[in-house]
């Protein structure tokens, strides 16, 4: 690969793209064998590539190498300094997102930021859910008009809301991610896994109102401040 590189020095495209082979060949190894050396190999490249995709002005590609890195950090899990650095390519994403008009880069980086906000505790759980939901508004302004950015965005701040108990703003957005998923089936002409999904949640907000109780309703955050 070093070789290829110093042939092609001079191409920042053709690097990137030998760049890219390797690091998602590494990262295919990683999820089938587990094996965290093909994670800290692809992080390297992936490192590698964000600078080149900067000076080529390849901005949505650079903000998602940024997301990219910033999910390979966080699971390898080996120490707080991965994390910190992860939160620091995802803001990085965020702000390039936001200056050149990238909503769906945008969304990519504030659902990243979110979903570890939630994982540090009741403290960050408000800034967790808000991230969440800008992350749903960028997503609705996505500049390629992919809907699929609108399905992820609705799926995180769903299984968020669900952790809080939050089952009244959960409701609406079930109903949407079920239409969605329908829609979605019926345009393919295949079933999609994801209806069963919807089916689930729908049925858990349906069993709540169904068994009703004020402490099944309440967050678990203030539940073990209430001993009555």
């Known amino acids: 690969m070093e070789e290829m ?7 920042d495209n053709v690097c990137i ?14 999820k089938a064998t587990g094996n965290k050396d093909h994670a800290r190999s692809c992080a390297g490249l992936v490192e590698r ?35 910190a650095r992860a939160a620091t390519l995802r803001q990085q994403a965020r702000d390039i997102g936001a200056e050149h008009g ?5 969304s990519m980086a504030c ?8 994982l540090e505790g009741p403290d960050s759980t408000e800034d967790g859910l808000a991230l969440l939901r800008n992350g749903l508004v960028a997503a609705e302004l996505n500049e390629l008009d992919d809907p699929q950015y609108v399905m992820d965005a609705l799926y995180d701040l769903i299984m ?17 991610f079920r239409e969605a998923q329908k829609a979605s089936t019926a345009e ?20 709540v109102i169904a068994l009703y109780s004020p402490s099944l309703l309440t967050p678990k955050r203030y539940r073990h401040n209430n001993t009555q």
């Open 160 to 176: 968020a809301l669900f952790a809080e108990d939050s089952f009244a703003e959960a409701e609406p957005l079930v109903m949407r």
């Open 111 to 118: 659902r990243g930021l979110g979903k570890t906000a939630m």
């Open 188 to 207: 393919d002409g295949r079933f999609c896994i994801l209806e069963f999904t919807s089916v689930v949640w729908c049925a858990r907000i349906h069993e």
């Open 5 to 11: 590189m110093a042939a092609c020095a001079e191409s």
């Open 49 to 83: 590539q964000i600078p080149l995709l900067g000076r080529l002005g390849r901005f949505r590609d650079q903000g998602e190498d940024m997301c990219k890195l910033a999910d390979i950090l966080v699971s390898l899990c080996e120490n707080r300094g991965n994390l």
């Open 17 to 30: 793209l030998i760049l890219s082979r390797f690091s998602n060949a590494h990262l295919q190894l990683f």
């Open 102 to 106: 990238l909503f769906s880069l945008e």
